[in-house]
T-cell receptor
Framework: SAVISQKPSRDICQRGTSLTIQCQVD?????MFWYRQQPGQSLTLIAT?????????ESGFVIDKFPISRPNLTFSTLTVSNMSPEDSSIYLC????????????FGPGTRLTVL | GQQLNQSPQSMFIQEGEDVSMNCTSS?????WLWYKQDPGEGPVLLIA???AGELTSNGRLTAQFGITRKDSFLNISASIPSDVGIYFC???????????WGLGTSLAVNP
């Protein structure tokens, strides 16, 4: 399985500011995803990060609020823009390696607290 | 969004006991996945199931892909304190690889 790292591991931010989260994989992967996990909840898919093109967002998530970049097959960023306390969550990057059978592997997550 | 029905929501057991949890869905899936999440960490894949009826083991863990393709269970035998955590099931739709998640089963083990 791929080794996935995320930066920062945690941050405390002020309302109205933005934070960019990085996801780095140790090998080339086909698909990269960004999830949000609110306290005590399950995982909610934000978007699929597409290499070289705009991300595909799930219902309820928009590019202006969560801009995503994926410049190559091993790296992606998620920005949480104009933050409010409701954005306090764990943000998780996941990847699949593709092929006929693929499973998703997760990074360690970024714990965001917005004051 | 769509979610799986995962039960029980929480369990508190004695060390050495066996544990069973399950997920059901109104939709058919082609893949069932079981993850464990420790506090402050991302989910870690425990077992992946790809065929209806498949029974797969990983150490003390055993999981099965239901024949109807609408359910799966996870068993943990002879539980130990490090089994503590939240267990999530996820169903995968092959055509777009999006995972549909259960709400999790929180497991506590009393030494």
């Amino acid at each position: 399985s791929a080794v996935i790292s995320q930066k920062p591991s945690r941050d405390i931010c002020q309302r109205g500011t933005s934070l960019t989260i990085q996801c780095q994989v140790d090998s080339q992967v086909t698909m990269m995803f960004w999830y949000r996990q609110q306290p005590g909840q399950s995982l909610t898919l934000i978007a699929t990060a597409n290499q070289g093109s705009e991300a595909t967002y799930e219902s309820g998530f928009v590019i202006d609020k969560f801009p995503i970049s994926r410049p190559n097959l091993t790296f992606s960023t998620l920005t949480v823009s104009n933050m409010s306390p409701e954005d306090s969550s764990i943000y998780l990057c996941s990847v699949t390696s593709g092929g006929p059978i693929d499973t998703q592997y997760f990074g360690p997550g970024t714990r965001l607290t917005v004051l | 969004g769509q979610q799986l029905n995962q039960s029980p929501q929480s369990m508190f057991i004695q060390e050495g006991e066996d544990v069973s949890m399950n997920c059901t869905s109104s939709s058919i899936f082609n893949t069932w996945l079981w993850y464990k999440q420790d506090p402050g960490e991302g989910p870690v894949l425990l077992i992946a199931l790809y065929k209806a009826g498949e029974l797969t083991s990983n150490g003390r863990l055993t999981a099965q892909f239901g024949i109807t393709r609408k359910d799966s269970f996870l068993n943990i035998s002879a539980s130990i304190p490090s089994d503590v955590g939240i267990y999530f099931c996820a169903g995968q739709l092959n055509h777009n690889r999006k995972l549909i998640w259960g709400l999790g089963t929180s497991l506590a083990v009393n030494p």
